[in-house]
């Protein structure tokens, strides 16, 4: 299972200096990294650390690879990004030490006779799959995934158990989608009328690119009339939820519990932190991160960091700061008072 | 596939002005809406863009019909609620094109002998139906739903893919329940004995409404001992959840990401924005609408709209702000101290 | 199905008063109790409730029991924690209606040749369990669960229908996990390259302790390279995430929504109120109490109950605070010159 790091340095590139006949069998951070181990240095400030590292190779960057200590005796890979090159020899790692499957449809599947199933596809136990579905060449579906009419999925897009993914949603290639996800459910729309609600029907579709990663429980809702769209690379962790005809411009990554409300409009390279909320037909500009907990509640023009919610304190604190903020109104007019009281005294005196 | 007008005016009423006999196809937005099209205007704003559409036929109020300019060459229906108008017919059309699906049970559903299942109702493959179960007329249930033990459905009830309905959990008709959705797990109930939880049963169950809409990996907890009620027309978007021995009144809507803890009984035609969440053992008036992302910490006994959010700011100025939140009291002080000390001082002066 | 007062003591311990010769068939709240029914008085201040109480039999605590009116005539069963022996008196309710189910695996479920089940078990219908995993004596499996290769279940643990638990994760002794529970899904985590994500495989399991409860649609991580750990005793709620390699101190419970982001370590007997967030890589001491609602974002080392969130008030009102909030500062430097002012013209006065 072990592999040459000439042999890595082959496949993912980078300069080798030192033994490159040693074979190490896995990745552990610097701290943990023992002679069969490949380790990273992503942060400087870690020199000290992988100066006295035991593992066999360290991946770090030409800066640090001046710097580091002559006590470092294995053997060094240096390259611009360590952590991406490190994140390519784990998935190097996980790739050879995965347990193969063969391709084909487990017995106990129900696949409609007009689906169509790329041979070297892997189907597992219990999947359903209705009529007009596409899955591509390489995808994996595990056990228990449902896959709606008209559904497709591009070559090397791998389900885990229990993913709905329902009529008419498209999927690119190379997707994750984790257990319990569910995309394409009917967006959240109704027309109101004397208190009633009366339900939209939502026609649209999701239409997600390639490089996609959908989380555990994350929602991502069919569009009204056009489609929900979830450009290429884009991240999504878990329960976070995505309403009808949002877009979500490529390579945007958001942290669990995230909540993106319908028709808004996200750019690109944007991040946003756990349980950040977008409220409806926003528009966000490219490059933009969002703090967690922070509330979205206008559009955002221009890239930057934007944050909004309460400063967590000792309750006894908070309730003494949070009863003030009810009177910050009449704060500001006693302010105001006592400006003009003090312009008039100083007139007086001053005369 | 194409509708006259004057066959839906038959069906859904208003009045028709204009060429009864042309055939649309399907509805679009006033910016997209084609010859074979009808169209909407909702918003007095657009009645521009609604003069100028090339729509088959426009669904509009009185006021507007009056006011609309005459290039609208389109038949026009008039309609006290277009909006409400619009959803219905959008129905209509989706209800033409909705691929029909034959009663019956797939066989691969695993269905207990003492269960009861309309044989009008459809059955998905692997669906699984405890002991006295009750399916009723019309009902759909997909690939993969899971229906507890003497579990009710009421007529024309649709589970999409992968519901869980626990036993004895009860739905009325026409409801739709999405897919993920959890209705009738164990309620959070425990007893802390020297730190440790003891668990106390939930016996209670679900008890849900007519035309009640439950969105994908939504959770209702069943009850400790009484039922968790959810009322006719009550509406919930995806990834809410509901804490066990609440009540929702009826035709309330909630946003996605809602959370409502145990025990709160909310009033009628209320709405909550996304990720609102509220206490348990609260109680909220008949017409209360919750702002998103805030919190609801006492009961509200009149109806408005209520907010509790940090407003978003670009970081830096965040910080700014934020960190004086936690100053406040002694801003107060010192503002007082100020005021005592400007009276003393006007006093001196005017000696 | 009823039971005698006095076998109840003979099981929960308990010093009995009054006729232990009578039946009880089951539980109910001091408003409703029936003389076919135990109660319990868990709060002092509903002595009076108690006192007029029908029931059959009433659970007290000592000091209530001294002043409990001589006009409650049912037995008395008192004990030092009156709620936690509720819970018990519950559980063994409970047990006694629950429908025995009989051990054995339902001829749909697809159970690899290499899993181990113990005789004793209960796997229903359509359940997956793939190589090498394990299910303890006792278990109860319910209909759709996935169980995943080399996972392993505990004894008497208790999965509800449709839970995924990944391959590689441990759950032990008397877990109960609920409808939609996803466990193990890949942790959140991302190498960036020039604004590309890229993937770093997830190689950690999940290691769940004895008498954990985990809720709907909860979600739990896991870990990158070690795993997250969830220790004994712990309740989490529903739609909980808890992200790669946290660690969840013992007997710690989360109300539902709450998020955890990775790598956080939390501390024994804390509590999290409803939706209550707390950021990556932080520590939380032991018997940390943080409110619902309330982001934590540093490092929490002394025990007690913080709080973070924007007090809820009339919308209108809510608007002109939070309009100040973004001009604190200004109020603060407009507070500064005052000072100086003030005092610069008292000197002048007192000259």
Redesign the interface.
Known sequence: MGIRLSELVDILGGTLTGNGSVEVVG???LS?AGPTHLTFLSNPKLRAHASSSKAAGLILAPADDAQIDASFSGARIVTS?P??Y???A??L??ARSA?PRLPGI?P?A?IDATASIDPSAII???V?IE?GAVVGAGCQV???C?I??HAVLGAQTHF???V?F?ADCHIGQRG?V???A?IG??G?G????????????Q?GGVRIGDDV?I???T?I?RGA?ADTIIED?V?L???I?I?HNCRIGA?T?M???V?V?GSATIGK?CTF???A?V?GHLNIADHVHI????????SILEP????????????A?????????????S??E??RA??K??QS??E??KK
Chains 1, 2, 3 share one sequence.
């Open positions: 990745i552990a951070p943990d990004h952590y991406a490190f994140a390519r784990a998935q790692f996980a347990v487990h106990s129900c597992g136990p219990q359903v009529a595990d056990a228990g449902f709606g009419a885990y158990p229990r709905s329902l994750i984790a257990s319990g569910v459910a009917d959240f109704f027309a109101n009328e004397g208190g009633v609600w009366i339900k939209i029907p026609t990663d989380g555990a429980n929602t809702d009339l690379g991240k962790d878990n329960q939820q309403g390579h990554a942290a669990g519990c909540g409300a390279y932190g756990g349980a909320m409220l703090s967690s907990g922070s509330l979205v509640t206008r930057g960091q934007y944050t909004g919610f309460y400063p967590l304190a000792k309750n604190a908070w309730e003494k700061s949070a009863a003030i903020v009810r009177h910050l109104p704060l500001r006693k302010m006592l400006e009281n003090l005294l100083t007086d005196v």
